[in-house]
């Protein structure tokens, strides 16, 4: 399933330093950080989402050095540059360090480099940044920040909605009325994440976090029939949703009639997104079934099943508890000899 | 019409699975079908009207279908039944 029509490769990231100053983020996420030497290198690329304290470099030590990653000198490495500056050893270092093709070196805790390490860095188009933020701090946002940027991701087609919570992927051939079923589920109270192209990043390899490509089309739905609409302008802004994890793929496909739909919901579908396993269920669509109706149900299911509910499971073992002691009664009402 | 008569061989009775399997291949037939248990009869293409049979393990069953391909749909059900509907048999 994972490399049908619906599915876009992935590209490879092109992630620069430049990319990573001009992060939006939020508060809680913000890098605090700012550009003091080396602007000429600031298109270099990161390639990795990880980072390195370079103390052993700068030591002299350049065995298994991880120069393609984040460079972060704290106040230890400060303190170092500030001895062999003094020491008169500092040019040698340098000249050795900076012939590696570092990506960027950041300062933490607002400590602005030395004038001799700018220099030598700006000599060598290595930008260098200073932050606000403490090592630890720093460290902690900037990995989860470059694995959301590194996480494998693709493009599919269909509509992301959440529904009593549950993120919910609408798929299904063009034409089936996934658009339509959004439209009706947001007008029943719930929420648009994203109409027709959906990105998806997978997050610590379990997690499939779901959103609109752009901002620009982002909560704007292709109605047939009237045309663009704008969601958010339409419904308000309780009706739509930035991102969404994906805890549910339905796919609507046109009634069948000789296909076998599950009827029990025993045996469980699921769909492969990036390696992981999402729950599936096959909806067919035909005249005078109401979809959202069904989907609403199928979602609060679904909350059922994470809450440790599972309907057609529970239901089946009372169904067998009942058959086993209707059986020991005909085996007692039938004996020879009573 | 045909009348066909039959006994639950699997051990666990009619639960869900089988219930499904029985109404997935009625349904499949034009003919009406039915089933019949202790003069209690349900229509053989719903699940949840299957289950309410509660026939258990040696439950004796009559398959009653009435219509264009009568004869083919009840031999199809009897041979469901049969089967033991790939189960653990008793």
């Given amino acids: 399933m994972r490399y049908n029509d619906d599915v876009k490769e992935q590209e490879p990231v092109n992630f620069t330093v430049l990319d990573l100053l001009s992060l939006e983020l939020k508060e809680q996420n913000d890098l605090k950080l700012r550009c003091v030497a080396g602007r000429a290198g600031l298109s270099r690329e990161i390639t990795v989402p990880d980072l390195n304290r370079p103390g052993l470099a700068l030591a002299g030590f350049y065995e298994s050095f991880a120069w393609e990653r984040l460079q972060i000198f704290g106040r230890g490495e400060n303190a170092y540059i500030k001895k062999i500056e003094a020491d008169g050893i500092a040019p040698q270092i340098y000249e050795k360090l900076f012939s590696y093709k570092l990506p960027c070196c950041i300062f933490s805790n607002n400590i602005e480099p030395t004038p001799r390490f700018a220099a030598a860095a700006d000599a060598a188009g290595c930008p260098v940044l200073i932050t606000e933020l403490g090592s630890v701090e720093f460290t902690i946002r900037v990995i989860r920040i470059l694995h959301d940027i590194f996480a494998p991701k693709i493009i599919m087609h269909g509509v992301l909605v959440e529904v009593f919570g549950i993120g919910i992927l609408l798929i299904g051939d063009s034409g089936v009325g996934k658009s339509e079923t959004a439209l009706a589920l947001i007008e029943r109270g719930h929420r648009l994440v994203a109409d027709d192209v959906v990105e998806i990043r997978c997050l610590n390899g379990t997690l499939l976090m779901g959103q609109g490509t752009n901002k620009v089309i982002g909560h704007h739905m292709e109605i047939r029939g009237l045309g663009i609409i704008n969601v958010t302008h339409l419904f308000g802004v309780g009706a739509i949703r930035d991102k969404k994890q994906i805890q549910l793929v339905i796919q609507l496909e046109d009634w069948d009639p000789n296909k076998v739909y599950d009827r029990i919901g025993m045996d469980e579908m699921t769909m492969d997104i990036l390696g992981v396993q999402v729950p599936k269920l096959e909806i067919p669509v035909k005249p005078g079934r109401n979809i959202p109706i069904i989907i609403e149900t199928a979602a609060m299911n679904e909350r059922l099943k994470k809450m440790g509910y599972h309907s057609a499971r529970e239901f089946n073992q009372n169904i067998l508890r009942w058959l086993e002691s209707e059986s020991a009664r005909t085996m007692y009402f039938s004996r020879d000899d009573y | ?90």
Avoid at chain 2, 48 to 65: D, E, N, P, R
């Fill in chain 2, 1 to 90: 019409m045909v009348e066909l008569e039959t006994t639950i061989k699997n051990r666990a009775g009619i639960h869900a699975r089988p219930s499904a399997l029985i109404a997935q291949t009625a349904i499949k037939f034009a003919s009406r079908v039915y089933l019949e248990k202790a003069g209690n009869r349900i229509n053989a293409k719903s699940i949840m009207g299957i289950i309410t049979l509660a026939a258990s393990f040696g439950t004796k069953i009559k398959i009653i279908a009435e219509g264009p391909d009568e004869q083919q749909a009840a031999e199809a059900i009897k041979a469901l039944f049969e089967s033991g509907f790939n189960e653990e048999l008793g």
